[in-house]
């Protein structure tokens, strides 16, 4: 199916499943332990090893020498394999350091070995037995010294009208700079795969990750072997937030260990290896001058940042929105990926979004107070409906102001206390926050495939559930196109032998992969009009109708399968648009007024992202986005040790996500709206907006509640606590 | 993880023994703190000794009017003791704010004591680190190192990590004993001062017990009165270690005793100070970290140390 226009009227304008309360089909399984992860598919081949890796611990240089000897020689290891006996590993696109082989270390914890063994234990213990020595090279660890030398020195990714003049003209300007720090994803399944590659023809891979078919093709090109001898299992997905969009060291180490042994393998990468073994989001150093009118009207953005990356990556693009957020006739934006010693960097959850709005969203709030406008009113005045770059190209719907108002209206914005540390309840001191939030709607080309079994429909496609609840929403979709009920349908997931969605990543699987199942139960309604032979039917109740035709759909087949397949395709009429999703985060904090803790009180989300296929699940994506940018705001940040060239709190006790604890009341409001020009269910992701400018709105409220501005993330005490008031 | 052996002991006495006569042999308790170790393989015990079986959990009033804590006491348990809460209620508080409800079931008394710091690079093995192996130098002593975490005051030039436990502060202001049993089968008692060793040049050395001695009890002396309070300051509300935290006991009259976690190899108290509470907060720290030697990037402590013991005497 081509989406080559914007969605008329159509059936999910008068939906009965689409849009409505559902909880998630897969929760039953989950709570009681009963949904396969990766690593405890103990049932799916027989005589499965354990490999466990053995990482670098430098950061950069050459091991000169391993000896395996005695590892080989410990109880029940079937066997090691070093880096050195094989060459480097073919890098799949996706990927910037090698995964395995050769000599070369490009960072800390890469992978240099494996040892597998009948046991877990046995396989660690014999891993600590492997002689290593390395020729260290000196490498660049500190982004602090790279923006000293580099900043203005990079080419603008845009610039449009003068800023140089709009600047010199303002009556009104900022220019701070912010540090974000280095995240990671965090998920609470670590990466883990079981291959059985055993006789070096056939791989089955059974793993944890977002992108099923990219990460076919990056083991494809990894072992230099036909796609088509490998498949891929990833049913359920323990949380992966970008982390595992692509193929990581766990099923290359579980290949080759299977390829050795001639017995399956798995692997899990260790916890404490996750961090420097595997991806994050790059820490960013940014620097932001607003110029405004005295009426408040901003005439000119200038916004430059750094993020770091291995040679040949691409950072942290945290200049992005403020390409097109606000209005306003001139702006400059630059973005430059530093080549440092750091492990590889990548995407995580709204990649560059969260890093920008967590800092754009804090300048905006500093810029009102300038302005002496209230923060609200001031994004309001700027609000745009066209791209600022492109005027010709409007959003398709943006109801940010909407957001404002409705968040500010009930979260009783009104009635904060507007003085700086003007509030205060026993010890601690009470802050109101805001900040907006825009993240694209990318969609995806997705494909389904439906079996109609005497009534019953399966849903196949390779689409993942990474927590999100994409068998929820595809069960609705297939549901509603067909007239049947939930109950009736079967969705499958994540295997490669099921047609190629979109995938998991971006904000984009939602839309894409509903559309998908969509265009193949289009297909499907066609080939039963074919064998009834009639121009056109209506497929409800579990019947389809047409003319005086009114047959159950169990009877339309005479017992035989009716099977079809379909892709949705975007087309690039979207080009000419902008589509988006939008929101605006407020928050209360207590900042204790003596040690400087910061506690989030109180949390508001206005979401404008099209229809909401299901407010459950939806609104379990934003809380946990909200939640995620509790943890970026006040806790989540890798400690660079900048001598030795790694992340230093590479575990979950020196990593603090946020806990129960600190998580408060959370509400979440969806506008009623849709957007025809995004899918024919006029559904955008919410994914990765729940997090857009949450580190903000906590940041905005420190200040309210203290009268201390902080510009660098995570807002731990130590940076705000020299600088408190006398209690 | 290593390949062990592993026995199960009845009574105190010969635990300490077979301890004393097994080479790298260990006691295990709860294990919360051990077996991770072991599975990072900073510890390597060649033998395990379950001391689990000795029935040492027992928590008895003594002829002084304390209380007699058995080393194998839970955490849990300890914490939610009727006579503890009313008459230790710093200890109570301690507890609770330590770990989570899971390990405080499973962690004792002895092994509390006994936990090993949380620095990061005491944990990354692919570090050198003086303390998992003497003479290795100190990767958080280097140029570029995280130090956010670690120690102010008490630490040298060899090793800067904290001791983590937030019962031994509590038990460090409220005058507790630890008592033990030799491998001859002697009993000793040691303060919590002569209990923690300074790191000094040998930082794998944390405190005085000999080889094969063990920990049978923690004696608590007849009550202080005054007010109790445990105040730990951490990044997130729960679950994670201190950067600060402060035990108060507090008459009415303003005298008290103060402890401090999160800033030393062990917990910190000095009577000097003690006796400076009636000045306020300011002067208390003034000579209770007297002589701290922190990090650019945990300097904070010194701020935050006084701080937090001012919220704590402006609470009344």
């Not at chain 1, 995938?503 to 080939?527: E, H, K, N, R, W």
Request: overall charge negative; hydrophobic content about 40%; some cysteine.
């Amino acid at each position: 199916m081509d989406f080559n226009q914007s969605t008329e009227d159509n059936l999910f304008d008068h939906a009965r499943i689409i849009g409505k309360p559902h909880a998630r089909i897969d929760g039953l399984l989950k709570v009681t332990g009963r949904a396969p992860y990766a690593y405890e598919r103990h049932d799916v081949v027989a005589n499965q090893l354990v490999g466990y890796p053995v990482c670098a611990t430098i950061a950069r240089g050459k091991i000169t020498h391993m000896d395996a000897s005695a590892a080989r020689a410990a109880p029940g290891v079937a066997a090691v394999i070093t880096t050195l006996e094989l060459e480097p590993l073919a890098r799949a696109d996706s990927n910037v350091a090698h995964l395995f082989g050769g000599a070369t270390v490009e960072h800390y914890h890469q992978a240099i070995a494996v040892v597998v063994a009948g046991t877990l234990e046995q396989a660690r213990g014999a891993a600590s037995l492997i002689d290593v020595r390395y020729e260290e090279a000196p490498g660049v660890f500190d982004l602090e010294d790279a923006w000293s030398r580099l900043q203005n020195t990079s080419e603008p990714i845009a610039h449009i009208g003068d800023v140089d003049a709009a600047f010199d003209a303002a009556p009104m300007t900022l220019d701070e700079t912010y540090r974000t720090a280095s995240q990671s994803h965090a998920m609470m399944e670590p990466h883990a795969s079981i291959v059985d590659w055993s006789d070096g023809g056939q791989m089955t891979v059974w793993t944890s990750n977002q992108m099923i078919e990219w990460t076919r093709q990056a083991l494809a090109t990894t072992f230099d072997i036909d796609a088509d001898r490998i498949r891929l299992e990833s049913p359920y997905v323990g949380g992966g937030f970008g982390g595992k969009l692509w193929l990581r060291a766990d099923a290359v180490l579980a290949a080759l260990g299977s390829r050795e042994t001639g017995r399956p393998v798995k692997v899990a990468l260790p916890r404490p290896m996750i961090f420097n073994n595997a991806t994050h989001r790059s820490g960013t150093i940014q620097r932001l001058r607003i110029a405004a009118g005295s009426d408040g009207k901003i005439t000119a953005f200038d916004h430059s940042a750094i993020s770091h990356t291995l040679p040949g990556g691409s950072g942290e693009d945290a200049v992005n929105q403020t390409r097109c957020f606000y209005a306003g006739e001139n702006r400059r934006v630059a973005h430059h990926p530093i080549d440092m010693g750091l492990p590889e960097s990548a995407d995580m959850r709204a990649p560059g979004e969260a890093s920008g709005l967590a800092v754009l969203e804090i300048a905006m709030d500093e810029m009102a107070e300038k302005l002496g406008m209230d923060p609200v009113a001031f994004r309001i005045l700027n609000d745009t409906q066209v791209n600022p770059e492109e005027p010709s190209k409007p959003f398709t719907e943006r109801h940010f102001v909407e957001c404002l108002r409705k968040g500010a209206d009930t979260f009783g914005w009104a009635k904060r206390n507007l003085k700086p540390g003007g509030q205060r309840e026993g010890q601690w001191l009470i802050g109101h926050g805001m900040a907006g939030a825009y993240r694209g709607a990318p969609t995806m080309t997705s494909g389904a495939r439906v079996r109609l079994q005497n009534g019953r429909l399966i849903v196949e496609t390779d689409m993942t559930d990474i927590g999100t609840g994409s068998y929820t929403i595809l069960s609705q979709t297939a549901a509603e196109t067909m007239g049947m009920e939930m109950g009736d349908v079967e969705v499958r997931l994540g295997n490669s032998a099921y047609p190629t969605s979109s995938g998991s990543g971006g904000q984009f699987g939602a839309t894409s992969a509903t559309a998908g199942v969509y265009a193949a139960c289009v297909a499907l309604q066609a080939q039963i009009a074919k064998r009834l032979n009639v121009d056109e039917a209506r497929f409800e109740n579990g019947r389809v109708v047409a003319g005086q035709l009114d047959l159950a759909l169990a009877d339309v087949a005479d017992g035989e399968e009716i099977v079809a397949e379909d892709t949705i395709n975007f087309g690039d009429f979207k080009d000419e648009l902008e589509i988006g999703t939008f929101g605006a985060h407020f928050v209360e904090v207590a900042v204790n007024a003596y040690t400087g803790e910061t506690r989030v009180r109180r949390m508001l989300a206005v979401c404008d992202a099209g229809r909401i296929l299901n407010p459950i699940t939806a609104r379990s994506q934003v809380i946990g986005g909200m939640t995620m940018g509790v943890g970026a705001a006040l806790t989540e940040g890798m400690s660079v040790d900048t001598e030795r060239g790694f992340f230093v709190n590479h575990d979950l006790a020196g990593y603090e996500v946020a806990v129960h604890a600190d998580i408060p009341e959370q509400e979440v409001i969806f506008l009623d709206t849709t957007d025809a020009a995004s899918s024919p269910l006029k559904a955008k992701g919410v994914g990765e907006l729940g997090i857009c400018g949450v580190a903000a709105a906590i940041g905005n409220a420190i200040y309210n509640a203290t009268g201390v501005r902080i510009r660098e993330y995570p807002m731990t005490l130590d940076r705000i606590i020299e600088q408190l008031p006398a209690a | 993880m290593k390949a062990f052996s592993y026995e199960r002991v009845s009574d105190p006495a010969q635990a300490a023994a077979r301890a004393a006569e097994v080479p790298g042999a260990k006691f295990i308790a709860g294990g919360t703190n051990l077996l991770d170790l072991m599975k990072h393989e900073i510890e390597i015990p060649q033998h395990l000794i379950d001391v689990g079986g000795t029935g040492l959990d027992d928590i008895a009033p003594t002829d002084e009017g304390g209380l007699r804590i058995g080393a194998l006491v839970s955490n849990a348990a300890l914490s939610a003791d009727a006579r503890v809460r009313k008459d230790y209620a710093v200890l109570s508080r301690a507890l609770v704010s330590g770990a989570s409800g899971q390990l405080r079931n499973k962690a004792t008394t002895g092994g509390n004591l006994l936990q090993r710091t949380r620095c990061p690079y005491f944990y990354d093995t692919g570090m050198p680190c003086n303390k998992r192996s003497p003479g290795a130098g100190c990767a958080a002593l280097g140029e570029g190192a995280t130090t956010r975490q670690l120690g102010i005051i008490g630490t040298s030039d060899a090793c800067i990590a904290t001791h983590p436990s937030d019962m031994a502060v509590a038990l460090r202001v409220l005058d507790a004993e630890v008592e033990t049993v030799t491998p001859t089968g002697e009993t000793r008692r040691l303060t919590l001062e002569e209990f923690y060793q300074l790191p000094g040049d040998t930082p794998e050395v944390e405190n005085a017990l000999e080889q094969g001695e063990m920990i049978t009890a923690v004696v608590l002396p007849a009550p202080v009165e005054g007010r109790h309070v445990y105040y730990k300051v951490r990044d997130r509300a729960s679950y994670a270690f201190a950067l600060v935290s402060v035990a108060l006991i507090q008459t009415p009259d303003g005298t008290g005793r103060v402890a401090l976690g999160g800033v030393a190899p062990k917990p910190w108290r000095r009577d000097e100070a003690d006796a400076l509470l009636p000045q306020g907060a300011s002067a208390v720290m003034e000579r209770l970290l007297d002589g701290a030697r922190p990090t650019q990037e945990n300097a904070y402590k010194l701020t935050l140390a006084e701080r937090t013991l001012a919220a704590l005497l402006a609470q009344e």
